[in-house]
């Protein structure tokens, strides 16, 4: 069975930095392009940021440059959002999201973990 499995989250004040870790299980990920997405209470999903399968090519919503970094281990079967400046608009269930399609959706997705910034 194919998982990926999310963790690192939790409650923090504004300022503070979280850093969550997406683990993959029952296949590699090496080949997948990974991506976070995120969802506010009461909103729809976002994206958040995404990196390719060598880590060559990295994007991020314009709301989080600057403040969130992501990245991979291959060797893992890993993919990493480090989360630097955290403010309450910031507040979200977190995704993580394995092995886009041709038609832009993902093939696996994790359960998500609970970030909360308080003020």
């Known amino acids: 069975q194919v998982q990926l499995a999310e963790s690192g989250g939790g409650l923090v004040q504004a300022g503070g930095s979280l850093r969550l870790s997406c683990v993959g299980s029952g296949r590699t990920f090496n080949t997948c392009t990974m991506t976070w997405f995120r969802q506010a209470s009461g909103k729809e999903r976002e994206f958040v940021a995404t990196?390719?399968?060598?880590?060559?090519?990295?994007d991020n919503a314009d709301s989080v440059k600057g403040r969130f970094t992501i990245s991979r281990d291959d060797g893992q079967n890993a993919v990493f959002l480090q989360m630097d400046g955290l403010s309450p608009e910031d507040t979200a269930v977190y995704y993580c999201?394995?092995?886009?399609?041709?038609?832009?959706?993902?093939?696996?997705w994790g359960q998500g973990t609970q970030v909360t910034v308080s003020s």
């Open positions: 999201a394995g092995c886009k399609t041709t038609t832009g959706g993902y093939t696996f």
């Open positions: 990196i390719s399968p060598n880590g060559g090519s990295i």
